[in-house]
């Protein structure tokens, strides 16, 4: 059962404690309705892209109370200042450097060493997030590939029964989502237009480079075009059944053989567990097997459906020759 909450005093602080238990919270924001999770927590995390039953890792938006928040995560240049200054709260999201201290999942960032953060408008919204306590991981709050939802029905329609709760602050003003912009790189970059125009910001920081969003979905397939995301520097072979004398093994249940380096992704081979320790997993496995000499990273294998084909989607991009 999903619990409708409405926004108010109570409402939110029932709604932000079951987030803060690692359960997911519908919530209204200018734009559209996000589903939210506890962004510090990768079980939580992964459980977004399960009730989404997206087929990839795509990274999601971080969202703040307040600038001060949002900017303790990540590295803000002095564009960035003047955009929030500018633009927050609102309908504007900043991809910038995480800060080597940065506390969000991996999962969160898919893996890039780059986050996106916003401060939505909504002074409920904000309520929330100040309840909250932790940052809260947003996507749309709609099953993958329909449309996303601007009332708290809507979110019920697509996703009633498979997230906690919704909190109801009533049909979202703008109806479009944000806009990404990243200013990693050398000349900012829009990554999906949205509530705040493109000639709005260029008025503000100059000229936009546009490119398309790195969802999976519109990337090109080959993993070496998807140059920012986070690719092992050992070689990887999928669905092992042995482990090599030079490999390091990233387990799926119990482990198919003896490694110098093993990581276990789920001891009970379940997949959201498997999601939330998948990047740390590659990570710890890369450093690990440097330093032992070894050369590639066996993988066991998980079976395809529900998030086990997101987590076979990101090792795939890792295994192919680059
Ligand atoms: O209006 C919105 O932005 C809504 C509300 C809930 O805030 N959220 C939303 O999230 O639309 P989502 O997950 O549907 O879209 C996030 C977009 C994706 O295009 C994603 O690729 C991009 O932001 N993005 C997130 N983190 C990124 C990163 N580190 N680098 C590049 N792009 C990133
Ligand atoms: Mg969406």
């Known amino acids: 059962m999903t619990e409708l909450l409405l926004a108010t005093e109570s409402g939110i602080a029932r709604a932000a404690g079951i987030l803060r238990a690692g359960a997911l919270v519908a919530f209204g924001t200018e734009t559209v309705y996000g589903l939210g999770a506890d962004a510090t927590s990768e079980r939580a995390v992964a459980g977004i892209f399960a009730a989404k039953n997206r087929p990839h890792f795509n990274?999601?938006?971080?969202?703040?109370?307040d600038t001060f928040a949002a900017f303790g995560h990540v590295i803000p240049d002095s564009r960035a200042e003047l955009l929030a200054r500018a633009f927050w709260p609102g309908a504007l999201t900043l991809v910038l450097p995480r800060r080597s201290d940065c506390p969000i999942a991996l999962l969160a960032s898919a893996g890039l060493p780059t986050l996106a953060v916003r401060v939505p408008a909504p002074v409920l919204a904000r309520?929330?997030?100040r309840a909250c306590a932790v940052p809260v991981a947003a996507p749309s709050a709609n099953p993958s590939g329909q449309v996303s939802p601007t009332t708290a029905q809507h979110v019920l329609n697509g996703l009633g029964g498979r997230i906690a709760a919704v909190l109801d602050s009533g049909p979202c003003d703008v109806g479009v989502e944000s806009t990404v912009l990243d200013l990693t790189t050398a000349q900012p970059t829009l990554l999906r237009p949205g509530g705040v125009t493109a000639e709005q910001i260029e008025a503000l920081i100059g000229p936009l480079a546009i490119a398309p969003p790195i969802d999976a979905a519109n990337a090109?397939?080959?993993?070496?075009?998807?140059a920012s995301h986070y690719a092992p520097a050992l070689a990887v072979r999928l669905n092992a059944t042995s482990v090599d004398p030079d490999e390091a093994l990233l387990a799926f249940g119990p482990p198919c053989g003896d490694a110098g380096a093993l990581f276990q992704l789920s001891e009970l081979s379940d997949p959201t567990e498997a999601a939330a320790n998948l990047f740390a997993g590659l990570r710890r496995l890369d450093a690990q097997g440097a330093a032992l000499g070894l050369r590639r990273i066996a993988v066991m294998p998980i079976p395809d459906d529900g998030l086990g084909h997101a987590i076979n989607d990101r090792l795939t991009r890792a295994a192919a020759p680059r």
């Not at 990274?59 to 109370?65: K, T, V």
């Not at 090109?220 to 998807?226: F, K, N, S, V």
């Open 127 to 129: 309520a929330f997030l």
């Open 59 to 65: 990274p999601l938006i971080c969202h703040y109370p």
């Open 220 to 226: 090109p397939r080959a993993p070496g075009m998807l």
